[in-house]
T-cell receptor
């Protein structure tokens, strides 16, 4: 079967760094994406890794290790507005985008 | 430029009824995908259309169908509604058939009573 595993909830303090992990098992792999979704809002694209290594976009970085079927999203200098749900998503061999169940991040002052 | 627009924003139906949800992609985007998101879960893929052809189908019953029009807008139809169909239905558009970057609309929240 196809599955993506990520922690259900993470809590961190404003200004800190937090890492959200994602492990995946899919039929085929064409890249790992991360999306952010605020309560009541639409998912918005954050980053994408097709190859192993680190991709950096401002305060957000994403890492991929294809041999370990593992990736993570790193959020630095946390702000209150970063409180949201974060989803990892894998594009499989039929090019469907498969989402994880999401990690709810709570940033505390 | 307008983002992905979906209508209606909210909908209440009763079991057994039929519903049609609409989506307009970002101008220039030719691919539209539909997702179902149940509270507390990630979006689940339903369909993808590109250039008016179905390019992918998720694990949903035949009660779910969709189509894409010449202007690349799309409709999702659900027949014989069940209580379990209550969810947020999201539409996403992308430039290409296997577009990595998908832009999501705000969704249609469907409640089936």
């Amino acid at each position: 079967g196809q599955s993506l595993e990520q922690p259900s909830e993470v809590t961190a303090v404003e200004g800190a760094i937090v890492q959200i992990n994602c492990t995946y098992q899919t039929s085929g792999f064409y890249g790992l994406s991360w999306y952010q979704q605020h309560d009541g809002g639409a998912p918005t694209f954050l980053s994408y890794n097709a190859l192993d290594g680190l991709e950096e976009t401002g305060r957000f970085s994403s890492f991929l290790s294809r041999s370990d079927s593992y990736g993570y999203l790193l959020l630095q200098e946390l702000q209150m507005k970063d409180s949201a749900s974060y989803f990892c998503a894998v594009r499989d061999s039929s090019y469907k985008l498969i989402f994880g169940s999401g990690t709810r991040l709570l940033v505390r002052p | 430029d307008a983002g992905v627009t979906q209508s209606p924003t909210h909908l209440i139906k009763t079991r057994g009824q039929h519903v049609t949800l609409r989506c307009s992609p970002i101008s220039g985007h030719k691919s539209v995908s539909w997702y179902q998101q149940v509270l507390g879960q990630g979006p689940q893929f339903i369909f993808q259309y590109y250039e008016k052809e179905e390019r992918g189908r998720g694990n949903f019953p035949d009660r779910f169908s969709a189509r894409q029009f010449p202007n690349y807008s799309s409709e999702l139809n659900v027949n014989a509604l069940l209580l379990g169909d209550s969810a947020l239905y999201l539409c996403a558009s992308s430039l290409a058939n296997q577009g990595v970057l998908q832009y999501f609309g705000a969704g249609t929240r469907l409640s089936v009573l």
